[in-house]
């Protein structure tokens, strides 16, 4: 059963008289448990639906969908599939206390991997979530392998339960079931040999891998030191090494890249990072795969679109690890926009400053960075920090910042998204 919170007008819904608070029980006699059942069982023609209302009836409606009228049915959040792994390197287990509750939930959700494009282990799976998976044909997957070794994935994940990721992945690509993968790096367990052995294994299963990403392990000041360390810099110049072997590989033979080392990587090994071209349509941007990049090329389109910002100061703010490659991006639009651009690296006080990522910045970092600037028209934070409910890590709204600092604040994505529109400051 799965209970409806809201339902769009000018829909199918609407036209059958549902209503939030109906519990949607079953089609064509199969019981529905979540968004998945929906989704799937509704892409017919032609079904029954049986429902029940929100005063007891229950009815049965025998539905011919007209062409091009969604069903327009909000559903109630699934319950999350939490995590059975307890990784040294968890983010969940490396935050301070005292935050809102949610930020507590360690999820590991094959079904969030398909519709969100998280990543999951797949160490949860039961048959039933097996069978799911193929007769839905969930595809693609995202999946967090870290190493194709059983023992040195067991170890890393804390998991001596963890299945065989070969065994499950040959199995679903058996079903044209296809993947993006990501290997998180740490340091004396799953580089080096253990690496080129896991990118081996992944590039054995040709298309039904579409690419992988190897990420450096990222800590915060409350995480595991005593287990697990952040790579050196000469360790990820020897893990970018192994990438960089497989992905010219790859180019040769698939005219793919394939095998990605994220933003982050190459910032710590102190290496340029790669053209655009490099990155296949940027298909892991999300994961800090090509960030930058992205960025530029977006910018690059949108060029012609920007208008009115002329002799406006604008301040960027974003983390630091970002912050050194910046200066790529905001040249070329200040070039574009006739503003000035003030690049703002913001340290991150809740989490300490070895988390460096933009997303995880919270807003008190960004009133502390912001207080007094009163020389700036318009300050832009990185929209990636502020969760769907408009919160920051630490609870405060774009608004509760807004009130406090003496600069108009907008979150942005890529720039344009906030730029390409005439200026109102």
Known sequence: MIKVTAIHPESLASELGLAAGTELLSINGRELHDFLDWEFLTADERFLLHVRRPDGEEIEFDIERPEGLPMGVVLEPPRVRRCANRCDFCFVDGLPQGLRETLYIRDDDYRLSFKYGNFATLTNLKPWDIERIIEYR????????????????????????????????????????????????????????????????????????????????????????????????????????????????ARLERGTTWAFGADELYLRAGVPLPPAEHYDGFEQVENGVGSVRFLQARLTEAAGEFRGWGGKRIGVLTGTSMA??????????????????????????????????????????????????????????????????????????????????????????????????????
Request: aromatic fraction near 6%.
């Open 324 to 425: 050194p490659l910046m200066p790529q991006v905001i040249e070329p639009l200040a070039r574009a926009t006739g503003a000035s651009f003030d690049l703002i690296p913001v340290v991150n006080s809740l989490f300490g400053p070895s988390v460096t990522c933009a997303g995880l910045l919270p807003g008190g970092a960004f009133r502390l960075a912001l207080a007094g600037r009163t020389d700036l028209d318009l300050a832009l934070l990185p929209a990636e920090s502020l969760n769907e409910d408009g919160l920051f890590m630490d609870d405060l709204t774009l608004e509760d910042v807004a009130a406090t600092v003496p600069v108009p604040l907008l979150p942005s994505y890529d720039f344009a998204d906030v730029l390409a529109e005439p200026a109102t400051v």
């Open 138 to 249: 969930l595809s693609p997957l995202y999946v967090s392998v870290h190493a194709t070794d059983p023992v040195v994935r067991r170890y890393l994940l804390r998991n001596p339960l963890a299945p065989d990721i070969l065994e499950q992945m040959r199995l679903f690509a058996g079903h044209g079931i296809v993947f993006h993968t990501q290997i998180v790096m740490s340091p004396g367990v799953n580089d080096g040999d253990v690496l080129r052995g896991t990118l081996r294994d992944l590039y054995e299963f040709g298309q039904s891998v579409l690419n992988t990403s190897v990420v450096p392990v990222g800590l915060t000041e409350y995480s595991k030191h005593g287990l697990v360390r952040e790579p050196t810099a000469a360790e990820c110049r020897a893990a970018l090494e192994v990438v960089l072997e497989w992905s010219n590989r």
